[in-house]
């Protein structure tokens, strides 16, 4: 498959290589499974050295649109574009405590605000019965003597997740996906354990749910918030206390 490169410009030059590179990929005149042209071939094409060849490839290669392989038959391979390498990136960040409770608190409560209005939109039966098969499972960790937290909390962040789904965009999904496989250690070192709280917080997702299955966008996207705003500042607390200690 032959494509036509433009000479490179002077400035940042492995960057506008890869740029060209780039382009080519995603406007897909190199499709997965693809091998990009040899490094000698590239550098004619590209009026470059060899040098800036490889470090344009090695750039391509972090950004997870190509994987070089070694030996005979290797070569720069185009991969298929996922959101993995992205997911992952975001995903440390959260679980290492990277991004602080404000921030955290500011991007859910819009995005989460905003896929339970989707939901309501646009859930089915099906969807209303898996979300209050999640609530019948929460309710039964909370009815256990001594409450069951940590499997409680497993159950709300699965009910986070379920709702994306139901919304039905792979962005949300995605996303949010990442950001409720890893809040995990937020909640251990932050969130109340105390059963009166965790009941205040099961009664906010029977909340939502209702508002979901009664198709109330709006509702369902304002009880979503405040749920976010409430716990965040019940978890702001924690943390202020822990710092005075």
């Avoid at 989460?112 to 019948?136: F, H, P, S, Y």
């Amino acid at each position: 498959m032959s494509v036509v490169f433009q000479k490179a410009k002077q400035v940042r030059v492995f960057q506008n290589v890869a740029g060209q590179i780039e382009d080519a990929i995603l406007e897909q005149k190199y499709i997965p499974g693809n091998k990009l042209p040899p490094e000698r071939e590239l550098t004619k094409m590209l009026g470059v050295s060899r040098g800036t060849v490889r470090e344009a490839l090695r750039a391509l290669e972090q950004k997870g649109l190509i994987e070089i392989r070694l030996g005979v038959n290797g070569g720069a391979m185009v991969k298929s574009l996922n959101t993995d390498q992205l997911s992952e990136s975001l995903g440390l960040l959260i679980r290492h405590q990277k991004i602080s409770l404000d921030h955290l608190a500011e991007f859910r409560e819009g995005v989460e605000g905003n896929v339970a209005g989707l939901a309501a939109e646009r859930a089915g039966k099906e969807d209303i019965r898996w979300l209050k098969k999640l609530l019948d499972e929460g309710k039964s960790h909370l009815d256990e003597e001594p409450l069951n937290w940590e499997a409680f909390v497993q159950v709300d962040e699965k009910f986070h997740i379920a709702l994306p789904r139901i919304a039905q965009n792979p962005i949300y999904i995605s996303v949010l996906q990442m950001v409720h496989d890893n809040i995990h250690r937020y909640y251990l070192s932050f969130l109340p354990k105390e059963e009166p709280v965790q009941k205040e917080n099961f009664q906010d997702l029977c909340d939502i749910v209702r508002a979901v299955e009664q198709g109330k966008a709006n509702e369902a996207r304002s009880l979503a918030m405040h749920h976010v705003r409430k716990f965040y500042r019940y978890m702001k607390k924690k943390k202020q206390e822990l710092s005075v200690k």
